[in-house]
């Protein structure tokens, strides 16, 4: 029985796409996939699988933020059995030269959240994606012309906050952009050994206050959702 996710077993493939926001999983599912049920409705998050190119491959809303993140990883890992979590979503750039649209590949998920001290007593835990995932997204996002960055992000725990230098020491240790959530999808997949990789594009620069459009943003969805669903087959 999972308390968040309305799924029977062997509803939700071994192989997982997580998008934060449950329509962008509906969009992804009804536009890639073959086949698609949707196996859960519970709080509107929504969960789909099908397949692609004859793979069975699920898709599941995991809303914002760590907390939202780690409870639909850890349901569908320890109560379905998912061993593959490719997490796509925005994140914002916080150097000047890190343009809107650009597709970051994050190999490790920095935090000013507690969540892993919290696990590790205290101390400093470097999570990090799944070699294997990181280099066959790259190399696929090559074969698709995709263009992509390949470095660190970090997982921050407030949206909105009234410093704005606070990301300036990241940007300095070359940190590529900011998101909400990447760092316990990494440290749940390490617990539990199974893969996990966080593709993310750049919707808004916190250097330069730009914001990319609703249209352009839906696009780089489908480059993201693309890369994902290479490295699955
Ligand atoms: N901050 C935090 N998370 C984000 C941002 C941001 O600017 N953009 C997309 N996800």
Known sequence: MSFHI?????????IMLLPGDPLRAKFIAERFLEDISCYSTVRNMLGFTGTYNGTR????????????TAIYASELINEFGVKTMIRIGTCGSI?????????ILAMSASTDSSVNKLYFGGMDYAP?????????????ANDLSIHTLVGGIFST????????????IWGDHGVLGVEMESTILYTLAARNNVRALSILTVSDNLVTGEVASAEDREKK???MAKIALEVTV
Not at 95 to 103: H, N, Q, S
Not at 128 to 140: I, P, T, V
């Open 6 to 14: 309305g799924a029977k077993k062997g509803e939700i493939a071994e």
């Open 57 to 68: 491959i699920s898709i599941q809303g995991a809303g914002m933020g760590i907390p939202s």
């Open 95 to 103: 150097r000047a030269d890190i343009k809107l649209g650009e597709v």
């Open 128 to 140: 990090a994606a799944s070699f294997e995932l990181l280099d066959k997204a790259n190399q696929k």
């Open 157 to 168: 725990d407030t949206f909105y906050d009234d410093m704005p230098d606070r990301y300036k």
């Open 221 to 223: 969805i489908e480059d």
